[in-house]
Nanobody, 122 residues
């Protein structure tokens, strides 16, 4: 079992920045990858990006490439999502997820956090 807890969401103006955290505990060694997804009401959960625990390799969705950055603090079992140049279209509930494979498919991630709301005002 892996427990994930997101934090750092909130309200920010367009053009601003926000940093989310995802703290992992439990059997974290069984999950090689931490990914971020986001979801708005009535929409499918959308892949944002991911990072591997071991090598720190990252991969981003085209919609956030160049604006968002994922990093990790292995000693603290925490992954960060630094978001910049935010637009109202980035408004969503952001989730972190853990899984064994580096994919974009949400069904490949067995463990999920509770989500944190990010609202970008225009």
């Amino acid at each position: 079992q892996v427990l994930l807890v997101e934090s750092g969401g909130g309200l920010v103006q367009a053009g601003g920045s926000l940093k989310l955290s995802c703290a992992a505990s439990g059997r974290t060694f069984s999950s090689s990858v931490i990914a971020w997804f986001r979801q708005t009401l009535g929409q499918e959960r959308e892949f944002v990006g991911r990072i591997t625990w071991k090598g720190g390799r990252t991969y981003y969705a085209d919609s956030v490439k160049g604006r968002f950055s994922i990093s990790r603090d292995s000693a603290k079992n925490t992954v960060f999502l630094q978001m910049g140049s935010l637009t109202p279209e980035d408004t969503a509930v952001y989730y972190c997820a853990a899984g064994p494979y580096a994919t974009r498919n949400r069904y490949d991630y067995a463990y999920w956090g509770q989500g944190t709301q990010v609202t970008v005002s225009s």
